[in-house]
C-alpha cells in the first residue's frame, strides 16, 4: 500500500546510546517532515525537509539531525539518547507546489529512553 | 508565531448525538487546514483539508468549516456512533504550500452507546 513507512515502530534506548529512525514514502513527495508527540503539548515539529536536498530546523531541534538521502528517505538521528526525548515520533510527507495537497503521516516510532 | 488552539480538550456525548468540535488560530493568513482524528497508540489519518479559499467541505457524516477573517475552523459529526472516539487534531499551514503544518492540542471525543 503507498504511504509513509516508519521503522522500527518501538525501540528502548539506554541514555547515552544513538539510534536513527527511518522514513521512507513512496508517494513522490517533495515534503517530508518528522514530528514528536507528548502528552499534554501536542505535536511540535523537529525538523523537515522542503525538497530534496534541503533541511530546516523546526520547533524543538535540539539533540537530533536529519538527513534527506533522496527524494523518498528522510531520517531521524539522536546522537547521545537523553531520557527527555521519550516520546512518539512520526513522519509525514506532502506533495508540496504546485499541489500541496495535504499530509499523510507514518504511524509512528515509540521511543523510550532509560 | 502561529498558536493552534483546539476547545474542548474532552468531550463525553451519547450516541447518535450531532456534535462540533473547534479549532482557532491566530494567525489568519493560512495557506490550508486540516483535520486528523488519532486512535489510541496509533498514527493520524487525514479527514478533511480545507483550502484557503475554500468555506467548507463534506465527508460523510463529517463537515470542516472554515472562517478565515475571524480564525477559526469547526468539525461537525453528524449522527455520533462509538466508533467516532478518537482524539481529533486541527492543523494549518501558512503562507506557502511548503510551511510545516501547526497543530493544536486535540480534542478527545468518547461516545457512549
Known amino acids: 500500500n503507498a504511504g509513509v513507512t516508519q521503522t522500527p515502530k518501538f525501540q528502548v534506548l539506554k541514555t547515552g546510546q544513538s539510534m536513527t529512525l527511518q522514513c521512507a514514502q513512496d508517494?513522490?513527495?517533495?515534503?517530508m517532515y518528522w514530528y514528536r508527540q507528548d502528552p499534554g503539548m501536542g505535536l511540535r515539529l523537529i525538523y523537515y525537509?522542503?525538497?530534496?536536498?534541503?533541511?530546516d530546523k523546526g520547533e524543538v531541534p535540539n539533540g537530533y539531525n536529519v538527513s534527506r538521502l533522496n527524494k523518498r528517505e528522510f531520517s531521524l538521528r539522536l546522537e547521545s539518547a537523553a531520557p527527555s526525548q521519550t516520546s512518539v515520533y512520526f513522519c509525514?510527507?506532502?506533495?508540496?507546489?504546485?499541489?500541496?495537497?495535504?499530509?499523510?503521516f507514518g504511524s509512528g516510532t515509540r521511543l523510550t529512553v532509560v | 508565531k502561529q498558536e493552534v488552539t483546539q476547545i474542548p480538550a474532552a468531550l463525553s456525548v451519547p450516541e447518535g448525538e450531532n456534535l462540533v468540535l473547534n479549532c482557532s488560530f491566530t494567525?489568519?493568513?493560512?495557506?490550508?487546514l486540516q483535520w486528523f482524528r488519532q486512535d489510541p497508540g496509533k498514527g493520524l489519518t487525514s479527514l478533511l483539508l480545507?483550502?484557503?479559499?475554500?468555506r467548507e467541505q463534506t465527508s460523510g457524516r463529517l463537515n470542516a468549516s472554515l472562517d478565515k477573517s475571524s480564525g477559526r475552523s469547526t468539525l461537525y459529526i453528524a449522527a455520533s456512533q462509538p466508533g467516532d472516539s478518537a482524539t481529533y487534531l486541527c492543523?494549518?499551514?501558512?503562507?506557502?504550500?511548503?510551511?510545516?503544518?501547526?497543530f493544536g492540542k486535540g480534542t478527545r471525543l468518547s461516545v457512549i452507546a
Open positions: 494567525d489568519s493568513a493560512i495557506y490550508n
Open positions: 480545507i483550502q484557503s479559499s475554500q
Open positions: 492543523a494549518v499551514s501558512t503562507n506557502s504550500g511548503n510551511t510545516p503544518l501547526v
Open positions: 525537509s522542503a525538497s530534496e536536498g534541503t533541511t
Open positions: 508517494m513522490n513527495h517533495n515534503s
Open positions: 509525514a510527507s506532502r506533495a508540496g507546489q504546485p499541489r500541496p495537497y495535504g499530509y499523510t
